[in-house]
């Protein structure tokens, strides 16, 4: 039923392609805990939420988005233990020293007037950088987290200057912790674009294809490619990364913004020494963007990737199972959350699962992959709704709403055809 590609559990169609399957037999044979949120044995009547992506295998879909909510080991140990599907870590880079975050670096936008301290959350800014933690450090969590967790899902997101050297070095000590997957951070909206980091890459096709290529003749785990948003059409740096190697992508990176200016001190939020930065926006106002986003890249793979074991990855304002629901249906394997757990906590996982459940009993699915990409096929040009619009309204025209005439009346049809002019 699904319009992408089907990599679903049991028997689904698997091929991670020659590079990583012989660097990673083991990617086949992975099993996860069955006492992880909306995990199940597949029972009867029971929804089950277990995903595979990629030939890793996910107790549900639900996956910790890149940023404080995987920033060290005792989060991500907390994410494990609450039943995420998976945990990705906070962006890593060989020199931590060069990382300097300031505080504040997060502004809320309400539901309400500017600076209502009333309304519900609907926008998050943050103008944070990567992970200040020395390189080291983080390696030695995400080792032992693997080795405490050795059946659960960590992904390792990463980030280098442009230099191959670099980007391989890094890979190979990533790597090196037994981490099941990479995901590459070319979507970062602010700080250090100036060194080729970032958007600054995701939004040059050309620059993002090299960097693809070094990373690609690198790694051994499946990649996914974080895309930006902040580019007239996410289709194409997706394409460029899909045909460069990259075995998923994940949509979207927050949304470039400026939060507000408080109108009492005329200064921007959120603001540091009386002054602030353009960062990156979240929340639940981002939701019908990255669906937008998701559209665009799920067309492009269901084109041109049809027929491989490319994934994707919704991301974008989610806080509820029907949230979740969108991005599946529209094609994408997981579904990653992170200012929803800034906000919530991790314990929302539970109830994503719950309410995911919900919504796959009311439609009477089974698994993930029997709704996966199903209202994709609802998407089509404004010229081409203009047409149907035009022939449904002939049709409508065609059908007789009971008789115009008295000369209309036949004696073999008598009775429907009253009944066709009586309006109760």
């Known amino acids: 039923m699904a319009t992408l590609s089907s990599r679903g559990p049991a028997g689904s169609n698997l091929s991670l392609g020659p590079r990583r399957a012989a660097a990673r037999p083991d990617l086949r044979l992975r099993r996860v805990r069955i006492t992880a949120a909306g995990g199940g044995d597949g029972a009867a009547g029971e929804p089950d939420l277990r995903v595979r992506v990629n030939g890793v295998e996910m107790p549900n879909p639900f996956v910790i988005g890149s940023g404080p909510p995987g920033t060290n080991y005792t989060v991500m140990k907390r994410a494990f233990d609450e039943g995420w599907g998976a945990v990705i870590a906070k962006t890593v880079s060989l020199d931590a020293s060069k990382v300097v975050n300031v505080t504040p670096r997060y502004a809320r936008l309400r539901a309400g007037s500017n600076g209502s301290a009333k309304g519900p959350i609907i926008g998050w800014e943050n103008i944070e950088l990567i992970s200040d933690r020395p390189l080291e450090t983080m390696l030695n969590e995400f080792k032992q987290l693997k080795e405490e967790y050795p059946d659960r899902v960590l992904i390792a997101s990463i980030m280098e200057e442009y230099n191959k050297d670099a980007w391989q070095e890094?890979?190979?000590?990533?790597?090196?912790?037994?981490?099941?997957?990479?995901?590459?951070?070319?979507?970062?909206?602010?700080?250090?674009?100036?060194?080729?980091?970032?958007?600054?890459?995701?939004?040059?096709?050309?620059?993002?294809?090299?960097?693809?290529?070094?990373?690609?003749?690198?790694?051994?785990?499946?990649?996914?490619?974080?895309?930006?948003?902040?580019?007239?059409?996410?289709?194409?740096?997706?394409?460029?990364?899909?045909?460069?190697?990259?075995?998923?992508?994940?949509?979207?990176?927050?949304?470039?913004?400026?939060?507000?200016?408080?109108?009492?001190?005329?200064?921007?939020e959120p603001c540091v020494e009386g002054y602030s930065t353009p960062g990156g926006y979240s929340a639940r106002a981002v939701h019908p963007i990255a669906l937008g986003k998701v559209v665009q890249i799920a067309k492009m793979m269901t084109t041109e990737f049809g027929n491989t074991d490319c994934s994707l990855s919704g991301i974008g304002g989610v806080e509820t199972g029907g949230d979740a629901a969108e991005f599946i249906l529209l094609g994408a394997n997981t579904v990653q959350v992170c200012t929803g757990v800034m906000m919530h906590g991790y314990g929302l996982v539970n109830k994503l699962c719950a309410e995911l459940k919900d919504f796959m009993r009311k439609h009477n699915f089974s698994s993930i992959e029997d709704f996966r990409g199903v209202s994709l096929q609802y998407f089509t040009t404004h010229t081409d709704l203009v047409k149907r619009q035009q022939q449904a309204i002939r049709q409508r025209k065609a059908v007789r709403k009971g008789l115009q005439s008295d000369k209309e009346w036949t004696g073999d049809g008598f009775v429907k055809e009253s009944e066709s002019m009586v309006s109760n």
């Open 170 to 268: 890094l890979i190979e000590r990533v790597e090196a912790t037994g981490v099941d997957a990479l995901e590459i951070n070319f979507s970062c909206p602010h700080g250090m674009p100036e060194r080729k980091m970032g958007a600054a890459v995701g939004q040059d096709c050309t620059l993002l294809e090299e960097v693809c290529g070094w990373i690609n003749e690198k790694a051994t785990v499946p990649v996914w490619a974080k895309m930006t948003p902040n580019i007239t059409d996410i289709s194409q740096p997706a394409r460029v990364a899909l045909k460069s190697g990259c075995e998923g992508v994940s949509a979207i990176n927050t949304i470039m913004s400026v939060m507000g200016i408080d109108l009492n001190t005329l200064r921007p």
